[in-house]
């Protein structure tokens, strides 16, 4: 299983509004990964998301220490990063994929992934060619 660690808020305010443009196109590369026998757990659809923000963060770093890797939607918030630091620490694979907020970044950041993936069908290729 891959936790897809993926923004769900919108980043260009200082509120943490839901972006629902993130939301759905998050979900639709779930299913794509899905659909090519991958088993994904997407936090915000997955979880328990009544538990408390403590009893949340826990479910969520039980996952991540019980997963084969992560996905990173290469995004700007900062939580995707936080949990990527969690789970390389671990010693788990670490899969960036660039999205259209994806911004530039240097050869040290892009050393941390095991693979940054262009799009959804470069991800699939990766997983289809050499990394199940």
Same mark, same amino acid.
């Given at each position: +299983?891959?936790?897809?660690?993926?923004?769900?808020?919108?980043?260009?305010?200082?509120?943490?509004?839901?972006?629902?443009?993130?939301?759905?196109?998050?979900?639709?590369?779930?299913?794509?990964?899905?659909?090519?026998?991958?088993?994904?757990?997407?936090?915000?659809?997955?979880?328990?998301?009544?538990?408390?923000?403590?009893?949340?963060?826990?479910?969520?770093?039980?996952?991540?220490?019980?997963?084969?890797? +992560?996905?990173?939607?290469?995004?700007?918030?900062?939580?995707?990063?936080?949990?990527?630091?969690?789970?390389?620490?671990?010693?788990?694979?670490?899969?960036?994929?660039?999205?259209?907020?994806?911004?530039?970044?240097?050869?040290?950041?892009?050393?941390?992934?095991?693979?940054?993936?262009?799009?959804?069908?470069?991800?699939?290729?990766?997983?289809?060619?050499?990394?199940?």
């Amino acid at each position: +299983m891959y936790y897809f660690a993926t923004p769900h808020v919108n980043t260009n305010v200082k509120e943490n509004t839901l972006d629902f443009e993130k939301l759905k196109r998050n979900e639709e590369l779930c299913k794509k990964l899905e659909e090519e026998g991958l088993k994904i757990f997407l936090p915000y659809r997955d979880a328990d998301q009544t538990l408390s923000g403590k009893d949340l963060l826990e479910k969520e770093l039980e996952v991540i220490r019980n997963c084969d890797g +992560m996905i990173v939607a290469l995004s700007n918030t900062r939580g995707i990063y936080l949990e990527a630091g969690y789970a390389k620490a671990l010693g788990k694979k670490i899969i960036g994929l660039k999205v259209e907020e994806t911004r530039d970044f240097s050869d040290w950041g892009k050393a941390f992934f095991d693979y940054i993936a262009k799009d959804a069908e470069d991800l699939i290729k990766y997983f289809e060619t050499k990394h199940e």
